[in-house]
T-cell receptor, first 110, second 115 residues
């Protein structure tokens, strides 16, 4: 079956750094996406990884290890507006639809 | 640029009624996806279309659910008859089908409550 695991909830402090992990076991792999979703809103695209390594985009970075079935999203210089759910999603290839994890609810404290 | 447009934003109806959700994808996007989000199950893919043709409907929960895409700028998801367990947020997303790295863009969703 398809399995994507993320922590349910994390708490971090404004100005700090937080790492959100995602592990996956899927029948195929054609890339991993991270999305951000604020409460009551639509998911919005953050990053895409298909090769091993780190992709940096401003305060956000995403890492992938295909051999380990592992990714993380790193958020630096945390701001209160970063309080949201972060969704890890795998494109299994063959089909274009994404398989999503249940998301990590990130709480930023002052 | 206009994003993915969904209607209605909210729908409250009684069990047994027919529900129709609508979606207009981003112009130029040739793949369209319907997802359902609940607290228990997270975001689940129901069905998707490439160039208006349904490709994978294995996520559609049962025969009460049907989806159509009569042209490149419009899709519907229909539930008939509706049941309380169908209550969820339904998202439509679209993307350009020219590479796996193309992200899906989501509409604001329809919050459906079946009483």
């Amino acid at each position: 079956g398809q399995n994507i695991d993320q922590p349910t909830e994390m708490t971090a402090t404004e100005g700090a750094i937080v790492q959100i992990n995602c592990t996956y076991q899927t029948s195929g792999f054609n890339g991993l996406f991270w999305y951000q979703q604020h409460a009551g809103e639509a998911p919005t695209f953050l990053s895409y990884n298909v090769l091993d390594g780190l992709e940096e985009k401003g305060r956000f970075s995403s890492f992938l290890s295909r051999s380990k079935g592992y990714s993380y999203l790193l958020l630096k210089e945390l701001q209160m507006k970063d309080s949201a759910s972060y969704l890890c999603a795998v494109n299994r290839g063959g089909a274009d639809g994404l398989t999503f994890g249940k998301g990590t609810h990130l709480i930023i404290q002052p | 640029d206009a994003g993915v447009i969904q209607s209605p934003r909210h729908e409250v109806t009684e069990m047994g009624q027919e529900v129709t959700l609508r979606c207009k994808p981003i112009s130029g996007h040739n793949s369209l996806f319907w997802y359902r989000q609940t607290m228990m199950r997270g975001l689940e893919l129901l069905i998707y279309f490439n160039n208006n043709v349904p490709i994978d409907d294995s996520g559609m929960p049962e025969d009460r659910f049907s989806a159509k895409m009569p042209n490149a700028s419009f899709s519907t998801l229909k539930i008939q008859p509706s049941e309380p367990r169908d209550s969820a947020v339904y998202f439509c997303a679209s993307r350009q089908q020219r590479g796996f790295n193309q992200p899906q863009h989501f509409g604001d969703g329809t919050r459906l409550s079946i009483l």
